[in-house]
């Protein structure tokens, strides 16, 4: 075992887009475990757009990120050393552990991760953080129903891709927006989304939604935010609820961009549109992983990784998902199980 | 009796602000009750924001009024011919009976209104559409509870006065935001609001909707959109309600206005945002009714009226309550009871 830790560290606040130079890879000493504690090998990392908003200075729901310090996310890993009889050595373990090579943890911030249930790196995706947000989203936000329309922005990302699945799960008809040629393509052939559109080949939303939607829009899932909202929101049907998730269209911008004021539109159709994360339903995550992981182990939850290797690249990881270079969830692969 | 009955047609189709120019007084013969039907003489005609959707060419939740033909609005009146049994003459009755000083109409489309209860005009306002507007708006749309902080836009208006006073009688502080300092007094000395601003005197509704509302801000009634809706946003606590009532900053523009995009907040907060029409309530006015009433009896919901003379100057009544010239509710009194 190596004798030091490679970590990121966030060392400046981005204004606009963030650049490899608000990172710094950092050779620390390995960490030791205390009493009660163990020490962890990380497998996997995470890059999610969440983490933009805590690189803000300023606060949202949770505290930023401090500067000079490992960046916080959600890793899974294996203890190498344990001292504390329930993590034996050798188990998986998930938490937030950050973007490092090792890591030590109490209890309460590690939770064990069944091997045999699905690869361990689902913890970070369709079983894990982004997986639960598109199950309470669609159940719970948008209270989604057989026969109804659902429409999903960003739906080849690690959130959209399963929203869209439960939709189908479900019995809706699933509509899916993402970029390229090939998410597209992904969300056809092989997620069985109903219909598909490529939005950086359109620029009249409104339009493209409509045909994409002949019977408009019952229920819309939104990651993106911006023009593409307002193409979703002008085709949304009488009693429509919208789900905002993400607004990743806006998360680099110094200050939020202009849009039309369209909210006569919630009046005209009666419409409701609510925010949510996915924290708040933290009690109820046992049961809605053994639902997915059902899905999952039946084949009608399909997960797709796109794996970056090595700690060094976390950063380039994380700009190229907010640039939508991932299809499906966005992972950093640390060490080889 | 006259032999002539005195219309507002609607001429043509306003773009922007609707003029003078796009009705047209109109003298047509006396109608004559059909059998089953009643001829009511007009007493009070209403003007409405919601009239301004109305006069679009392009349906929105109503179909359009047709053009050359009688503008439809809520009226009160007497019923000076019967040829229905359920209608005595000399009741009171109300309807969609239009900017006229006499109107035919069969059963379904009047009721009687019980001039004991409170002046019949009430029926266009406290205890007609905009008071129910309202009561649902309140209670069901936002699920108004005690102890929270209500904000309410367009506050001196018809719908806007009542939802403030009925945040108050169900134990809320109530803030509101009006235009021009004597509605600003009306809210604080008479309507007993917590607190009270003059948009017009303000460009940083952000800053002083802090200020009147230092605990943040539960529930948000919206009459107006806009700018300090924009305020409103960036001022709402975790778990607040947005009531989508009316946006009347936008209905006289051609094309919708420009604003930040503010959706992130949203999810920050957890928040919900809803927009609504009275109409779907309708099966539950009569309850709503008797509890308003009664509040009005109790002297806890004060009424007030902007009463314009004569159907020749309806349409007038109609711009200068877009303009926000009116305290309350903006009426015509067509004839004196």
Redesign the interface.
């Known amino acids: 075992m190596s004798d030091c830790n490679r970590q990121v560290w966030l060392v400046s606040r981005p204004t606009g887009w963030p650049s490899e130079e608000n990172f710094r890879l950092v050779e620390t000493p390995m960490p030791v475990p205390g009493e009660g504690q163990v020490l962890v090998r990380m497998l996997y990392t995470s890059v999610d757009p969440y983490l933009r908003g805590r690189m803000r200075e300023r606060a949202?729901?949770i505290d930023p990120i401090p500067l000079d310090s490992v960046m916080q996310a959600s890793s899974v890993g294996r203890v190498v050393q344990s001292r504390n009889p329930k993590f034996a050595e050798g188990a998986y373990v998930g938490g937030m552990l950050g973007w490092q090579e090792y890591a030590v943890a109490g209890e309460r911030e590690i939770r064990t991760i069944d091997p045999t249930l699905a690869p361990v790196s689902t913890a970070l995706g369709i079983l894990g953080m982004p997986g639960l947000t598109a199950y309470f989203g669609l159940t719970e936000i948008l209270q989604a129903k057989a026969g109804e329309i659902l429409l999903v922005s960003g739906a080849a990302g690690a959130v959209g891709s399963v929203a869209g699945q439960i939709g189908k799960i479900l019995g809706m008809r699933v509509a899916g927006i993402a970029g390229g040629e090939a998410k597209i393509r992904w969300l056809l052939d092989d997620l069985k989304f109903d219909a598909a559109y490529d939005y950086q080949a359109e620029s009249d939303h409104r339009a493209r939604i409509a045909a994409l939607c002949p019977g408009g829009v019952d229920c819309y899932f939104d990651n993106v935010?911006?023009a593409i909202?307002d193409g979703a929101l002008l085709n949304i049907n009488e009693r429509a609820r919208i789900a905002?998730?993400?607004?990743i269209s806006?998360y680099n911008l110094d200050?939020?961009?202009?849009?039309?004021?369209?909210?006569?539109?919630?009046?005209?159709?009666?419409?409701?549109?609510?925010?949510?994360?996915v924290f708040?339903f933290a009690k109820r995550y046992g049961p809605a992983l053994t639902q997915m992981a059902e899905w999952v182990r039946a084949g009608r939850l399909i997960s797709r990784e796109t794996v970056i290797d090595g700690i060094e690249n976390t950063p380039r990881a994380f700009l190229g998902m907010m640039r939508g270079e991932n299809t499906g969830k966005m992972i950093v692969r640390i060490a080889a199980e």
């Open positions: 949202s729901y935010g911006g909202s905002i998730c993400g607004q806006q200050k939020p961009e202009m849009g039309p004021r369209l909210l006569f539109q919630l009046i005209v159709k009666r419409a409701r549109m609510e925010g949510f994360l708040d």
